[in-house]
């Protein structure tokens, strides 16, 4: 029972922090909503990867992917603060190149997030690809998208590699994470199914 509800976890939490994450992009927010949103997104997705590390066998892959992805998720909602109060500075003062000294924080910090979160999928997808079924195909990609995901950022640091002309992986890593946290409690209950 512990397992499902570590399964659930992850599959809800994880949504949710899609769900934030697109909502961030294309909708207009500002004030206490923007705030919570953006914060939650990191918070959520950390909580969902965390959980996910439960909901695999018990190993060392996953007791250190977990970790590592929930100190992603930390990280990240560490970097929207410090982009929330960059445009809020930006808007109070006039910074003008001082601005890019925090700019370099920020985008230091957007790094971090993802090379915490991308060695702690590694461990993860490791893991994953250790089991049978669409589980062990979604282990395979995700450990592609994320050792990319790692070089390009370490290539280009600190600036995305999106933004240097390099592919951004990271839209393609969201569409894993969909795919992950929408269908991780039928691939459980599947892989269950199979060992039975």
């Known amino acids: 029972m512990e397992n499902k509800n570590w399964i659930l976890t992850s599959s809800i939490t994880g949504c949710l922090s899609l769900v934030s994450y697109t909502v961030a992009l294309i909708i207009d927010l500002d004030g206490f909503i923007w705030h919570l949103n953006s914060f939650s ?35 990240m909602s560490y ?24 700019n370099y924080i920020q985008l230091s ?29 979604l282990g395979i990609i995700g450990l592609i998208t994320q050792v990319l995901q790692i070089f390009f950022n370490l290539s280009t640091f600190p600036i995305n ?12 890593a969201a569409v894993w994470l969909l795919i992950l946290f929408v269908g991780l409690p039928f691939f459980i209950k599947r892989l269950n199914a199979d060992q039975a």
């Open 109 to 137: 910090t957007d790094i971090a997030f993802d090379f915490f979160i991308g060695i702690g999928l590694i461990l993860l997808c490791i893991q994953m690809i250790k089991m049978k079924g669409m589980i062990m195909w």
């Open 41 to 75: 997104i990191g918070v959520l997705l950390g909580i969902a990867l965390y959980s996910l590390s439960k909901s695999l066998p018990k190993t060392v892959l996953s007791d250190v992917g977990g970790i590592l992805s929930l100190t992603g998720g930390i990280f």
């Open 79 to 102: 970097m929207l603060m410090l982009q929330h109060g960059m445009v809020a500075m930006n808007m109070d003062y006039e910074i003008g190149e001082n601005m890019q000294i925090y």
């Open 161 to 172: 590699p999106g933004l240097k002309g390099y592919f951004d992986v990271g839209p393609l």
